[in-house]
């Protein structure tokens, strides 16, 4: 009509910010100090109980598995913390800079007096154990807060968790490889140094993570969390009432708890079944290396046929390998490489498509209403934190039903069938069962799609 004026274009929605590949390594750096924390009690822990303090492999297990309780309690504690800070300030920091203290929880944990032995010395390292636990959180709870609070699509989170996966993983090769080598002496001293060292490392990686989490949030913009007073147990309620988070969470408590009972068993399986504990160095790098150029094509996966999917491909091809494993020294050394090789590219996947998805599931829960993601996270990593003390723990209880003998002073000691049997049905067998209920609990997700920037 005459006089009407003429509609107003509609403004096109502004494409969700990238993050710059500067800021995501500066970022991802504090993902070493990480790797290194998981790796070595994860990895040497067990081992450094039973075979240079003397203490029983069921003190042990009780010794790795007990200060996760306090963290099933902490963490989602400090997720809703976090979130309160968040509030406040408008970033994360204040919990973070609390992380550059592990360090020191790192060099005592293994830097036990001399006189201390047995029960004496689980009691040692448990403490630290917890303190150490709980800088750890202060750190990774709001860290990996990080992706879910930019304001970035369903595929740059997938990016985001793909850098921190390379650097976790140069973190988890580091150690794994590192630590051990300085180690091969099994005396206390070699221990000592060992975490001396690497603490040192921790530290570094924390300070560089701290300047890169400043410049992701400037740059990718904040999502404040809801300003709606809640408490921890109702933030807990809330993550757990969400199916899809649910189903997510109950499969990486299987995940978990299988990836670091076969960091824990490995010392084991590599002296006792090949009878060359040398090879355990050899056989992390067989297993974390291909996580190094395993993320970007893992990312391919992921936008090919999607997030769910590749992490049920992720979770079968572990299953398999680890049956395989079965066969023990008839498969030879050169053939256990190739298969722990594929095992380590399956963790690449593993890691990186959970992860990924933690986000995904906060925003389809900011969509509903609800913007909690430090609660979220918290849950995630006390979830975490159970399947990195109850993986070492299951496999401490397997060896002690099949009678294995614990020793000091890192000298070996005769073992009986029954452990023999024990030790390599812990690191096959199990695994294959565990991965198998992350699979029953994983196809029961059903938010693999874009879910909003």
Known sequence: MPGTP??????EPAPAPRARAADLVTYSTGSIGMGVWVTVPGLLLLYFLTHTLGVPPFLAGLTLLLPK???VVVHPLLGTLSDRQARRSGHRGGLLRWGLLLGVAMAAMFSVPAGLSGPAAALWVGGWFIAGNLLFACFQVPYLTTPSDLRVGYHER???FMFRMLFLTSGLLGAGVAA????ASGGRGDYSRMALLLAVAMVVSCLVALAGVRRLVGNCGFRLPDGRAHTALGDVRIAWRDRDFRALVLSYLFTGTTTHLFLAALPFYTEYVFADGGLTAVFMGAFLGPAMVAGPLWLRVSRRIGKQRGLLLSQGVFIAGSLVLLLGELLGVAATVAVVVALGTAFAGLQLFAFSMVPDAVAAAEAR???RAGAYTGVWTATEATGTAIG???????????????TAGGHGVAQPDSALTALLA????????LMAAAVWFQRRYALDRPAGP
């Open 69 to 71: 309780i306090v963290d």
């Open 392 to 406: 070492p723990y299951l496999y401490s209880a397997v060896l002690a039903a099949g009678g294995f003998v614990s």
């Open 180 to 183: 051990p080598a300085l180690v």
């Open 426 to 433: 812990g690191f096959t067998v199990v695994p294959a069962v």
């Open 158 to 160: 997938t990016r985001i």
């Open 369 to 371: 209403g609800t913007a």
């Open 6 to 11: 003429a509609p107003r274009p509609t403004a």
